[in-house]
């Protein structure tokens, strides 16, 4: 499978972030966005909202592991470069325009919950009519969704205050986890704030008058791809498959280029915007295909205990036997549940070499593990299960602590529901 690239015409993307006027463009340096020394144990007896603060300047002021994880530090070039219309869109600046000033936190940058969601700037990854626009709509009523055309230029967008929040996809039901997110959140310093679920209801799209024996292709965002594998074969579209970057970009793509051979996966929302036809309803391989997105802001939330909280933390761990099942027994010790667990490779420490004489170089794989436990960073539960992770661990950092999606489960009202 490869992927098409084709050009969003009103999406940020890393040109609009990062001025392209300069003659000889700077590039960015690496500099690490988290430490690999833990915090102390009295530490962990506060609120998640000190602790994660407290990582993030600890982070910030830790030039010693500044070669370990790429990320943007050229915040102070990249902020006068930019200027922000009144709409949110970004624009690029001239050297001598007004230097473009964060502005101050206000209440509601602290209490992200949806009842404060009017007008606030949400960063999404792909174009209207992707199922990520209708995830910052549902978590964030009313907000003013900012399309961006890679997941790390909605991070930007918040960490640079273009946008206020940026809902991004991490697991999908059928698919599976979105790894890049993953990824992006350790390099990342913005903090989950909260999650929403989103049924996700796929329509294959073509131009009027197209019928599927005219297909000879088939393209959408890979997860889209993967969630009706199944029924795209039943259906008979034994058809070369392509990835693109979002499920709404490939029907604008099959759209603005008129392609009659080419169908794309998208919503019925996305056929709407760009003048598709519905050819097939519903092909999603599991009526009940749910896609898990995270709120991520610059400043954490004060965890509470009078409602449902989901915190999500990673970890590497030290050298020793059973550390994994040590770790994931401080919870289990607790009644804590466990809702999600995921390893990605640690890309600062990939290989570790353990030398036996007699028989060679063994080479063991390193992991980050990142967990989801249903308990809030106000339990007691969760913070001394936490002080004992610790323990554990060479580096643990808490990456939100937030309220679990409560909506009632009805797969029928996702907006990709063609009825
Ligand atoms: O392409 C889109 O419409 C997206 O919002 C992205 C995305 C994803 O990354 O998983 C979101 C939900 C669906 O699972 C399919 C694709």
New binding site residues.
């Given amino acids: 499978m490869h992927s098409i690239s084709f050009p969003y015409s009103n999406t940020l993307n890393l040109n609009h972030i990062f001025s392209p006027k300069r003659v000889a463009p700077t590039r960015l340096t690496v500099r690490s966005v988290y430490g690999f020394e833990p915090l102390t144990r009295s530490d962990w007896q506060s609120s998640c909202a000190i602790l994660t603060s407290n990582v993030a300047s600890q982070e910030l002021n830790d030039g010693a592991a500044a070669d370990h994880v790429p990320a943007v530090n050229d915040h102070k070039n990249a902020f006068t470069d930019l200027k922000l219309l009144p709409n949110g869109k970004l624009t690029v600046g001239e050297k001598n325009d007004k230097p473009f000033q964060p502005k101050p936190l206000t209440i509601s940058d602290l209490s992200p919950a949806p009842m404060h969601g009017s007008q606030l700037r949400v960063a ?3 174009v209207p009519g ?4 209708a ?1 910052a709509g549902k978590a964030y009523p009313n907000c003013e969704a900012i399309p961006c055309d890679q997941f790390d230029v909605a991070f930007k967008a918040v960490e640079l205050w273009i946008a206020d929040r940026a809902v991004l ?1 991490v697991e ?1 039901s059928l ?1 599976g986890s ?1 790894h890049r997110n993953y990824d992006l959140l350790l390099r990342h310093r913005l903090h989950i704030v909260g999650e929403v679920q ?1 049924p ?1 209801h796929h329509c294959l799209l073509a131009l009027p008058g197209i019928r599927k024996e005219y297909l000879t292709r088939v393209i ?2 890979p ?2 791809l993967s ?1 009706c594998e199944h029924t795209l074969t039943k259906l008979g579209l034994n058809v070369a498959r392509e990835a693109v ?5 490939a029907a604008e793509f099959v759209a603005n280029n008129n392609l009659r051979d080419t169908a794309a996966i ?2 019925a929302r996305a056929a709407d915007l760009y003048g598709l036809n519905v050819l097939a309803d519903g092909i999603q391989d599991d009526p009940n295909n749910v ?1 898990r997105f995270v709120m991520l802001a610059r400043e954490p939330i004060i965890p509470r205990t009078d409602r449902p909280f989901k915190t999500s933390i990673v970890f590497a761990h030290d050298k020793g036997t059973s550390v994994l099942f040590k770790v994931l027994s401080a919870f289990a010790f607790r009644n804590i549940s466990l809702t999600k667990i995921e390893s990605r490779p640690h890309r600062n420490r990939p290989i570790r070499l353990v030398d036996d004489e007699n028989v060679g170089t063994a080479k063991h794989f390193e992991y980050l593990f990142y967990v989801d436990f249903e308990a809030s960073m106000a339990d007691v539960r969760a913070q001394n299960a936490l002080s004992e992770v610790q323990e554990f661990t060479s580096f643990l950092r808490v990456l939100g602590s937030y309220p679990m999606d409560m909506t009632p489960w009805n797969p029928s009202s996702s907006i990709g529901d063609h009825h």
Avoid: F, K, M, R
């Avoid at 970057?245 to 970009?249: P, R, S």
């Fill in positions: 999404y990854q792909g992707a199922y990520s626009e995830a996809p999908n698919g979105i989103l996700v959408s965002h997860q889209a969630q970057d979002d499920t709404a970009g998208a919503s896609t």
